[in-house]
């Protein structure tokens, strides 16, 4: 006799209260990553201008061999 793995489909069933509940925390978790993601991309922003800020700087500074 072999074993083999079977895929089956699973039904939860809950009481509406705590369906509620969980769309709850799932919207919630949705909005954190949604405003963790618009966090990232703003700080990825700020740090290419500045990049580019101190890039024109090196560029554009003079440099004498005085001391």
């Given at each position: 006799m072999t074993?083999?793995?079977?895929?089956?489909?699973?039904?939860?069933?809950?009481?509406?209260?705590?369906?509620k509940e969980?769309?709850?925390?799932?919207?919630?978790?949705?909005?954190?990553?949604?405003?963790?993601?618009?966090?990232?991309?703003?700080?990825?922003?700020?740090?290419?201008?500045?990049?580019?800020?101190?890039?024109?700087?090196?560029?554009?500074?003079?440099?004498?061999?005085?001391?």
């Amino acid at each position: 006799m072999t074993c083999r793995a079977v895929k089956t489909s699973t039904c939860y069933v809950a009481h509406p209260a705590i369906e509620k509940e969980w769309n709850a925390s799932q919207l919630e978790k949705v909005w954190c990553a949604k405003e963790a993601a618009e966090t990232e991309a703003q700080k990825a922003t700020e740090e290419a201008l500045h990049e580019a800020h101190i890039q024109l700087e090196i560029q554009t500074r003079m440099f004498s061999s005085e001391f």
